[in-house]
């Protein structure tokens, strides 16, 4: 049956954690789960995962892309905040895009969104430098 939640701060601040790969069993992404991991450069996500937390990545300095499978449906606030090198997330099938979700991702140049989302928050990405007009909506 295997693992189907990610704990709060499981892998807070590991700083030899450079690859991630979710087993298909796992559903959800608990509250800064890898939050300042600042090796991390890959995260290859679960094709079931539904949830992800508030700051579960967060100040994880390494990652460069991100892409969500459509089981992500919601998150909580700041997921990916400051991380400083990403520079493309492509989001399946969000409804809601929270508070601060991109803030301090200071290298961000596109983000794609589904047709689902009805709701972009406020600060969704404070302090970014490089995004121009690249919000897609597919």
Same mark, same amino acid.
């Given at each position: 049956?295997?693992?189907?939640?990610?704990?709060?701060?499981?892998? +807070?601040?590991?700083?030899?954690?450079?690859?991630?790969?979710? =087993?298909?069993?796992?559903?959800? *992404?608990?509250?800064? /789960?890898?939050?300042?991991?600042? @090796?991390?450069?890959?995260?290859v996500f679960a094709k079931?995962?539904?949830? *992800?937390?508030?700051? /579960?990545?967060?100040?994880?300095?390494? !990652? @460069? #892309?991100?892409?969500? %499978?459509?089981?992500?449906?919601?998150?909580? +606030?700041? =997921?990916? /905040?400051?991380?400083?090198?990403l520079k493309r997330i492509? *989001?399946? /099938?969000?409804?809601?895009?929270?508070?601060?979700?991109?803030?301090?991702?200071?290298?961000?140049?596109?983000?794609?969104? %589904?047709?689902?989302?009805? #709701?972009?928050?406020?600060?969704?990405?404070?302090?970014?430098?490089? !995004?121009?007009? #690249?919000? !897609?909506?597919?």
């Amino acid at each position: 049956n295997g693992i189907k939640t990610i704990g709060n701060s499981a892998f +807070y601040g590991i700083n030899t954690l450079e690859k991630i790969i979710l =087993p298909e069993s796992v559903e959800s *992404i608990d509250f800064y /789960a890898f939050m300042n991991c600042q @090796k991390l450069k890959q995260i290859v996500f679960a094709k079931n995962i539904e949830y *992800i937390g508030h700051h /579960a990545f967060d100040g994880c300095k390494l !990652l @460069k #892309r991100i892409s969500l %499978p459509k089981s992500v449906t919601y998150t909580g +606030y700041s =997921p990916f /905040a400051n991380c400083i090198s990403l520079k493309r997330i492509k *989001i399946s /099938a969000w409804e809601d895009v929270n508070e601060s979700s991109f803030a301090g991702c200071t290298s961000l140049k596109k983000i794609v969104l %589904p047709s689902t989302v009805q #709701r972009i928050a406020a600060h969704v990405c404070v302090a970014l430098l490089s !995004l121009k007009n #690249r919000f !897609l909506l597919c």
